[in-house]
């Protein structure tokens, strides 16, 4: 039998909208970049959100005795928890305590991956500090000067005694992707010529091209982060919501349930933290 690239790779064009499977709703949140306050504020909103649900469903049931379905809600974190932001080192510590009484996925991002190896790659670790690296250290009460090799061989033997090694097994927890229904969730993008089971895990956590040029329909509608975009972009075949928490004051959730979408979003003005929530036209 003759089957198309289209077919093989991605979801035929007249295929029904993506959905996420009956009783269940995720909530794919972007970027934090060590940007705690944000986090927590969007934590918040999330956890408000579902208690409503659940204050719904208890409606439901005095109002018309049926039994209204439960919906159980599933959080994604996209990667890149670290790095740039003031509080590394509290994201991941709430990052734990929320996954402890939620259902929280979290994947590793290409910041993750430079912080595990600058424990022992000096150039790594060169590299870490330039990008955003510093912020994190600082988290921890490391001060990250370092200009030579020597230099790096001692903020790596700082680094040991004081980042926790319950932290850096947390980050070596961190999950390559997660599919739930017609959507996967990755930190980067995926290699267009290759199915989900055959990515790379670099790829994973670092790709840009040509992943964001793609066109064509994956098989699955791919939600990632790690490229920065002013507003979510929204395309057929994927939706990208990093938009620069660590500069922008602006975390962003995807909200998904059934066929809908919709987006939360954190927005700083005068020191305070508001979330707004707009549902994704069609």
């Given at each position: 039998?003759?089957?198309?690239?289209?077919?093989?790779?991605?979801?035929?064009?007249?295929?029904?909208?993506?959905?996420?499977?009956?009783?269940?709703?995720?909530?794919?949140?972007?970027?934090?970049?060590?940007?705690?306050?944000?986090?927590?504020?969007?934590?918040?909103?999330?956890?408000?959100?579902?208690?409503?649900?659940?204050?719904?469903?208890?409606?439901?049931?005095?109002?018309?005795?049926?039994?209204?379905?439960?919906?159980?809600?599933?959080?994604?974190?996209?990667?890149?928890?670290?790095?740039?932001?003031?509080?590394?080192?509290?994201?991941?510590?709430?990052?734990?305590?929320?996954?402890?009484?939620?259902?929280?996925?979290?994947?590793?991002?290409?910041?993750?991956?430079?912080?595990?190896?600058?424990?022992?790659?000096?150039?790594?670790?060169?590299?870490?500090?330039?990008?955003?690296?510093?912020?994190?250290?600082?988290?921890?009460?490391?001060?990250?000067?370092?200009?030579?090799?020597?230099?790096?061989?001692?903020?790596?033997?700082?680094?040991?005694?004081?980042?926790p090694a319950k932290d850096l097994e947390f980050i070596r927890?961190?999950?390559?992707?997660?599919?739930?229904?017609?959507?996967?969730?990755?930190?980067?993008?995926?290699?267009?010529?290759?199915?989900?089971?055959?990515?790379?895990?670099?790829?994973?956590?670092?790709?840009?091209?040509?992943?964001?040029?793609?066109?064509?329909?994956?098989?699955?509608?791919?939600?990632?982060?790690?490229?920065?975009?002013?507003?979510?972009?929204?395309?057929?075949?994927?939706?990208?919501?990093?938009t620069g928490a660590f500069e922008t004051g602006r975390l962003?959730?995807?909200?998904?349930?059934?066929?809908?979408?919709?987006?939360?979003?954190?927005?700083?003005?005068?020191?305070?933290?508001?979330?707004?929530?707009?549902?994704?036209?069609?």
């Amino acid at each position: 039998m003759n089957m198309s690239i289209r077919q093989f790779f991605g979801r035929p064009a007249e295929s029904k909208k993506p959905a996420i499977p009956p009783g269940r709703r995720v909530y794919a949140m972007g970027d934090i970049h060590g940007r705690l306050d944000l986090f927590k504020a969007a934590i918040k909103a999330i956890e408000r959100d579902i208690e409503e649900d659940g204050a719904d469903d208890a409606a439901l049931q005095d109002d018309f005795a049926t039994q209204a379905q439960h919906v159980e809600p599933t959080v994604i974190l996209l990667g890149d928890l670290i790095d740039r932001g003031p509080d590394s080192a509290g994201v991941l510590k709430r990052a734990r305590k929320w996954k402890k009484r939620r259902d929280v996925h979290i994947l590793g991002g290409n910041h993750e991956e430079m912080f595990l190896e600058s424990f022992d790659k000096k150039e790594v670790l060169r590299h870490f500090l330039r990008f955003g690296g510093k912020e994190t250290l600082q988290s921890y009460g490391i001060d990250p000067q370092a200009k030579n090799k020597a230099q790096l061989a001692s903020l790596q033997a700082r680094m040991a005694d004081y980042v926790p090694a319950k932290d850096l097994e947390f980050i070596r927890s961190f999950e390559e992707q997660v599919v739930i229904g017609d959507y996967a969730f990755v930190h980067a993008g995926i290699h267009p010529s290759l199915t989900l089971e055959k990515q790379d895990g670099k790829d994973l956590r670092w790709i840009r091209e040509p992943f964001l040029s793609h066109e064509k329909l994956f098989s699955h509608v791919i939600v990632h982060g790690h490229t920065i975009y002013s507003n979510p972009e929204i395309r057929d075949n994927r939706i990208g919501i990093d938009t620069g928490a660590f500069e922008t004051g602006r975390l962003t959730v995807l909200v998904l349930e059934g066929t809908g979408r919709k987006i939360m979003e954190t927005s700083v003005k005068n020191g305070t933290i508001k979330v707004s929530t707009r549902k994704v036209e069609e």
